[in-house]
């Protein structure tokens, strides 16, 4: 079974300061790993997706994820908040085999000061 | 084109009512998924649908939780007696198909509050 873990449950960061959200996963086959955004009173919205190929991908609003086979990890990353990114981000890992498989991470709540 | 739409957007009841939450997924799209989503909680897995195929109810919480999915498109949540701790939003989310490289895409929620 796979399983998804995001360390920071908030982080609150300066405007225009990078930002980093992490996220660990265990799966003991291939896996597709996705970031969603939850602003408020609204649902998810996919940010990025790792599918296959370049580790690197880059999604909407600046955010990049790297994916690290050898840590299980799927950081999220953006080199200069704005206060509009303000919300709840959650990782996502899925994989073919039969059924449900998708799991959500708990979520990280990142609020951007000004 | 159209997204997922979910109604009502927001429902108050009383304990111990029936309620029914619907999701129109996205056409064409095979899959669909319940979740729901307590106050500044993530996000709890309740039920999914592929095609034809028996849906995997294995996160309802309770004999109370049902849910259905007519002609392989609008499925609707239906909760029974409804108690205080049902309150949360209810998410949709359909996709293209079962494969996990298919994202899901959201609805806007419906909002449960039971008093």
């Known amino acids: 079974a796979q399983s998804v873990t995001q360390l920071d449950s908030q982080v609150p960061v300066f405007e225009e300061a990078p930002v980093e959200l992490r996220c660990n996963y265990s799966s003991s086959v291939s896996v597709y790993l996705f970031w969603y955004v939850q602003y408020p009173n609204q649902g998810l919205q996919l940010l990025l997706k790792y599918l296959s190929g370049s580790t690197l991908v880059k999604g909407i609003n600046g955010f990049e994820a790297e994916f690290n086979k050898s840590q299980t990890s799927f950081h999220l990353r953006k080199p200069s908040v704005h206060i509009s990114d303000t919300a709840e981000y959650f990782c996502a890992v899925s994989d073919d085999n039969y059924g449900q498989n998708f799991v959500f991470g708990p979520g990280t709540r990142l609020s951007v000061l000004p | 084109g159209a997204g997922v739409s979910q109604s009502p957007s927001n429902k108050v009841t009383e304990k111990g009512k029936d309620v029914e939450l619907r999701c129109d997924p996205i056409?064409?799209?095979?899959?669909l998924y319940w979740y729901r989503q307590s106050l500044g909680q993530g996000l709890e897995f309740l039920i999914y649908?592929?095609?034809?195929?028996?849906?995997?109810k294995s996160g309802l919480p309770s004999d109370r939780f049902s849910a259905e999915r007519t002609g392989g498109s609008v499925s609707t949540l239906t909760i029974q007696r409804t108690q205080q701790e049902d309150s949360a939003v209810y998410l949709c989310?359909?996709?293209?198909?079962?494969?996990?490289?298919?994202?899901?895409?959201f609805g806007p929620g419906t909002r449960l509050t039971v008093t």
């Open positions: 056409s064409g799209h095979t899959a």
């Open positions: 649908f592929q095609g034809n195929s028996a849906p995997d």
């Open positions: 989310a359909s996709s293209l198909g079962a494969r996990g490289s298919y994202e899901q895409y």
